[in-house]
């Protein structure tokens, strides 16, 4: 299980992304997601049920991980004021991706800008929900 948040405000980006892979995922996230947070704060929460005992066993027997899948479940919120008054608005998104997408991302050769890759998919989310 993957679970790390990230808080994007006017000139700064806060995360609790401790691991190679949280903290490759968040750089992935902070360079696709596509707006500036200047007047709002964005708080991005993931989690990522990445099945760490079917991925070992899939290792230990030489078979692709790609037969494994990962399930994601981002909760993300933009808060602002607006005519005086705090504004909140709460999206939730879901996805389902092949747990290969996180060895590669932990390795450093993740190719996150692929349509079929879940970072990808989870920014153009992100970045129609800041549209709104």
């Known amino acids: 299980m993957i679970k790390f948040n990230i808080t994007r405000q006017k000139s700064l980006v806060q995360s609790t992304a401790v691991s190679r892979t949280q903290r490759a995922i968040k750089n992935q ?3 696709s997601i596509k707006s500036s947070p200047f007047n709002e704060n964005q708080h991005l929460s ?3 049920n990445d099945h760490p005992f079917e991925r070992y ?3 230990f027997f030489d078979i692709d991980e790609e037969v494994v ?3 994601l479940n981002a ?3 933009r808060a602002y004021i607006e005519n005086g008054k705090l504004t909140a608005k ?7 991706f ?3 997408q996180l060895t590669e991302l932990k390795e450093g050769t993740h190719r996150s800008f692929e349509k079929n890759s879940f ?5 153009e989310k992100i970045n129609k929900a800041i549209e709104e």
Do not use: G
């Open 69 to 71: 899948k990962a399930n």
């Open 90 to 96: 709460k999206y939730q998104f879901t996805d389902t």
């Open 119 to 123: 970072i990808y998919r989870l920014a």
């Open 57 to 59: 066993f899939m290792r």
């Open 98 to 100: 092949t747990a290969n």
């Open 75 to 77: 909760k993300f919120t």
């Open 29 to 31: 996230l902070t360079k």
């Open 46 to 48: 993931i989690e990522i």
